[in-house]
């Protein structure tokens, strides 16, 4: 694929705004990052002050942010001819590459650095390996390359809670792992679930998600396995003393109500199920840490 459509495009405008510039970091994908990330923060033994709580917050907001810049500004050319992506600020013309490169390059060191020298280094690393996890690995290698690029490159977006973690502890423990685990398995049956129905915009970028090389129908059977190995996953945190017994149940009925979802996707000759368990998934990972957080508060764990 050529980058001259592309770069016609670019010529059309002048200056960006600060918009743009904030549309670059993909602020409906780090919103649900900074929400696991501040889960790490509450559900962690131990005490953050205030002020540095937020400040960690903010650096996961910030790399966060950066990531899905320089994301955009590797992406411009597939960006282009996907429907989903083509109003984005770089394939619309209205910000130049090299300035979202720079942007998202000087978050980037900003917010490990921060990290690093208000809170501590060990959340810092996790910061920068995440950083480095979503634009090398999942962006320029997996992305355009296997199918398994949502499964593997997926661990990106599960290393929130961890950092947070570590923000509190300075330390990875098995039980901020096991939140990792809870996203990472959860991220490829939310995600399959748009890809599902935004198969065309994948098969004309040339991105090999898993409709677009295994079919639909291998997608939604492999989707199934997802949400049934995520039931005892997502029970988990009860069993290792993160979670209470309103959490439990919480847990249960959302996770049948996921493998419902599949399950109807599964059956559907249709796009509607998908749609509809694409929105469940965010409603499903955002109650499992809503409850996780909203227990450990009134039980007086972080204060």
Avoid at 58 to 80: E, F, T
Avoid at 123 to 152: C, D, E, H
Avoid at 270 to 288: K, W
């Amino acid at each position: 694929m050529t980058d001259v459509t592309n770069e016609l495009t670019l010529n059309q405008t002048g200056g960006a705004s600060a918009g743009d510039f904030i549309e670059l970091l993909k602020p409906r994908v780090m919103s649900l990052v900074v929400f696991t990330g501040l889960a790490g923060i509450v559900l962690a033994p131990g005490h953050l002050h205030p002020f540095l709580a937020v400040v960690a917050v903010l650096c996961i907001a910030v790399g966060a942010g950066a990531s899905g810049a320089i994301n955009m500004w590797y992406d411009r050319d597939i960006d282009a001819v996907m429907s989903r992506t083509v109003k984005r600020p770089i394939p619309s013309g209205r910000v130049e590459p090299a300035e979202a490169l720079g942007f998202g390059v000087t978050l980037s060191v900003l917010s490990v650095v921060v990290m690093g020298l208000a809170v501590n280094w060990a959340a810092a690393s996790l910061l920068a390996l995440t950083i480095g996890f979503y634009v090398f690995v999942y962006t320029m290698w997996l992305k355009r390359r296997t199918p398994q690029n949502i499964v593997i490159g997926g661990a990106a977006g599960a290393f929130p809670p961890m950092i947070g973690w570590a923000a509190v502890t300075g330390t990875i423990d098995p039980p901020s792992v096991l939140l990792f685990l809870l996203i990472f398995l959860w991220t490829p049956p939310h995600f399959w679930a748009l890809a599902l129905f935004r198969n065309g915009d994948y098969t004309r970028a040339g991105v090999p998600m898993m409709p677009v090389v295994a079919g639909a129908a291998a997608t939604k059977r492999q989707m199934l396995v997802y949400t049934l190995i995520l039931l005892p996953v997502a029970a988990a945190p009860f069993f290792v003393g993160i979670a209470g017994p309103v959490y439990l149940a919480v847990s249960a009925i959302l996770g049948l109500m996921f493998v419902g979802c599949a399950v109807r996707v599964l059956r559907a000759d249709d796009d509607g199920p998908a749609r509809r368990m694409f929105g469940f998934s965010i409603l499903y990972l955002f109650l499992l840490f809503a409850v996780m957080m909203g227990e450990r508060l009134i039980n007086g764990g972080w204060a």
